[in-house]
């Protein structure tokens, strides 16, 4: 563990021509000569692919918001006329759904099961109570005692709830297969070497054009930061990161986050202030960035458990403390 001593986010991207894709989140480090990019806009974020100056990205943007469209339409709590929001009005037991809906819903209740509870798919209604999201259905009580994703399950084409009123929520792992689905979709059209970002989200592919692996930058997660924590190395694999600063505000000298303790049904408190996490694939990383902010103080031991390579940030005084688990420094620049 060390205290954060880095550049200003705006010497940071000077020296280095980082382009940043939000506090809290790994940015990606481009040399724009050797690059070419696509973007677009989903989830409400903001999405691209960097692919070699020489490959035709235009044709892309198309396949690329064609498919993020159709996640959306299967998962987003946000639309009424979603599988998932389907699923959570629903009085009856069990909604039919897609297959890449059946797909998520069980990695989400796997890594659940995992996680020993701290990534919790069914706290959607806490997260709306606090205002950070649109899911009405059963709070539960607050001591969380008995998990009630368990509740929970995916049998064939059917989401099956064992609970009257219990909802799911997929958003702390669906960006993250929406990532996977779009690497495929590379691989699929002859394209083996790039890096995909959506909002705190990458996962790379093969090598950077001039033949080294891409970089992406870890920012700094406090509220009045400008400043860069280090630059990772992204080798064939994925980076998800989630803290405190995005999507969270201050009520009565008190601030409130929309990542949930679901074992205490409030905002995540206390020194966690981001939790960056690699993984082969994006969704894993996804949602262990998600259980893992969770779990506050108990995230590094619960990583080092479950075999997790993780970077926590913590609050230290006017500062921050790190503490990398499971080699990720190793990945460091």
């Given at each position: 563990m060390t205290t954060l001593n880095s550049p200003t986010r705006r010497r940071f991207l000077a020296l280095t021509g980082a382009a940043g894709l939000g506090l809290a989140t790994p940015a990606l480090l481009r040399a724009a000569p050797a690059t070419a990019s696509v973007t677009g806009s989903a989830f409400a974020s903001n999405w691209s692919v960097t692919l070699a100056d020489t490959a035709d990205v235009a044709p892309l943007k198309q396949r690329?918001?064609?498919?993020?469209?159709?996640?959306?339409?299967?998962?987003s709590p946000w639309r009424a006329d979603s599988e998932i929001t389907g699923f959570n009005v629903a009085t009856r037991e069990a909604s039919r759904i897609s297959a890449e809906t059946a797909f998520t819903a069980d990695a989400a209740l796997a890594m659940a099961a995992a996680s020993d509870g701290w990534f919790d798919p069914t706290i959607g209604p806490l997260v709306a109570r606090y205002g950070f999201g649109p899911i009405e259905g059963n709070v539960g009580p607050e001591d969380k005692a008995a998990p009630r994703w368990r509740s929970l399950a995916v049998e064939g084409d059917l989401l099956v709830k064992q609970e009257p009123g219990l909802t799911m929520d997929l958003c702390g792992i669906a960006k993250g297969r929406a990532l996977d689905l779009m690497a495929l979709e590379l691989g699929n059209t002859g394209h083996d070497d790039f890096?995909?970002?959506i909002s705190g989200e990458l996962l790379s592919g093969g090598r950077h054009p001039e033949g080294r692996p891409w970089q992406v930058a870890v920012e700094d997660p406090r509220p009045d930061a400008d400043s860069t924590f280090g630059v990772l190395r992204l080798d064939n694999a994925a980076?998800?990161?989630?803290?405190?600063?995005?999507?969270s505000y201050d009520l009565d000298g008190r601030r409130y986050s929309h990542i949930i303790d679901p074992y205490h049904g409030r905002p995540v408190e206390g020194e966690i202030a981001s939790v960056s996490v690699i993984a082969p694939d994006a969704m894993t990383a996804d949602g262990w960035a998600t259980a893992l902010t969770a779990a506050g103080a108990a995230g590094p031991a619960l990583a080092r458990r479950r075999g997790i390579a993780a970077l926590f940030l913590f609050h230290d005084g006017a500062g921050l403390r790190?503490?990398?688990?499971?080699?990720?420094?190793?990945?460091?620049?």
């Open positions: 690329f918001d064609r498919l993020l469209a159709g996640i959306d339409r299967m998962m890096l995909i970002a980076v998800a990161t989630s803290g405190l600063r995005a999507q790190n503490e990398s688990v499971n080699g990720f420094d190793r990945l460091l620049l």
